[in-house]
């Protein structure tokens, strides 16, 4: 049973980092591509950014330059580095897996999704 378990969020003030982690359970990690998205209160869910199994990475513009997408394919773990953070990032935070994707950073993408991890960034 796929499983994906978000972490890391929390409360920080303009201008902090925060690093969140997914550990991805009961499928072969390394064979999919992962991604981060959110969702903020009454707006679409976004990707932010994905990553591929070779390690190729995509970001939206909204945060190219402030976060960084990773994984440790040994640990099944998915990470995101979020630096510079700004009001306008507090959301719900999802990570999500996908067999393959031509758009890796929409969500119908994906197959499966993570409960979530809220991040607030105060001014």
């Known amino acids: 049973q796929v499983q994906l378990v978000e972490s890391g969020g929390g409360s920080v003030q303009a201008g902090g980092s925060l690093r969140l982690s997914c550990a991805a359970f009961g499928y072969s990690y390394s064979s999919y591509f992962m991604g981060w998205f959110r969702q903020a209160p009454g707006k679409e869910r976004e990707g932010v950014a994905a990553?591929?199994?070779?390690?190729?990475?995509s970001y939206a513009d909204s945060v190219k330059g402030r976060f960084t997408i990773s994984q440790d394919n040994a640990k099944n773990t998915l990470y995101l580095q979020m630096s510079s953070l700004k009001p306008e990032d507090s959301a719900m935070y999802y990570c999500a897996a996908g067999l393959w994707a031509r758009y890796p950073l929409l969500s119908n993408e994906y197959d499966y999704w993570g409960q979530g991890t809220q991040v607030t960034v105060s001014s």
């Open positions: 990553i591929d199994s070779d390690g190729s990475t």
